[in-house]
């Protein structure tokens, strides 16, 4: 028997959340949990790099899960869930970050101030000893400063390819850009955090 919509059937089997959303669809809350704790952190850890504030982090986050949970009946699989969840929490940090910043999104090639970047939760490998535990996390708090001083657009991009692990595609749909776009901007933004990774690891040397 052939499928009304190919197209949804197709990410549907592809996606490994779809069983756990037909429940909740189908009136069982408790699936929605599951789902909550796989992508918690990942959906923290884009909202932070975009935020680049705590607080905002975790209102965005919150935010977003509740509002995919309010409309999960209108997901429909043509694309799957998590790129779903990435696109809500995308727009819930635009539409703070517009209230807060609005020439951000005006012009997203602008470079921005650095501040002092935030760090993502990580659980802590309790394999590991102390030194490589404190090595890790000096490590996590460069790569977060030196992101935190990306260009909005490029920064963006490289949350959503490298961090999230989005494809091209989904990526560009997502940010409104072409593929092409994309896969420059991405490029231009390993550049950037590479120079900038360097010249922090320069300056620490310096100081030390």
């Given at each position: ?169 989904d ?15 991405l ?19 310096g100081?030390?």
């Amino acid at each position: 028997m052939s499928s009304s919509h190919p197209t949804a059937a197709a990410g549907a089997s592809a996606d490994p959340d779809l069983s756990l959303v037909r429940l909740v669809q189908a009136g069982d809350r408790d699936a929605f949990q599951p789902l909550v704790r796989r992508y918690e952190h990942a959906i923290y850890r884009m909202a932070l790099a975009i935020m680049r504030n705590d607080a905002d982090a975790e209102e965005i986050t919150q935010e977003t899960f509740l509002r995919a949970y309010q409309h999960l009946r209108q997901f429909r699989g043509e694309s799957r869930f998590s790129t779903w969840l990435t696109q809500i929490a995308i727009n819930a940090a635009r539409m703070r970050l517009r209230k807060s910043h609005a020439a951000m999104w005006e012009s997203l090639d602008e470079p921005r101030a650095q501040d002092e970047g935030q760090m993502a939760r990580e659980a802590v490998d309790t394999h590991d000893t102390p030194e490589q535990n404190l090595a890790r996390e000096e490590q996590r708090q460069r790569i977060a400063l030196a992101l935190s001083g990306l260009p909005a657009g490029y920064r963006l991009v490289l949350v959503l390819r490298d961090l999230q692990e989005l494809s091209t595609h989904d990526t560009a749909r997502i940010l409104k850009l072409s593929d092409a776009n994309v896969k420059t901007r991405l490029l231009r933004a390993r550049q950037m955090l590479r120079q900038r990774l360097t010249r922090l690891a320069t300056a620490e040397r310096g100081i030390g």
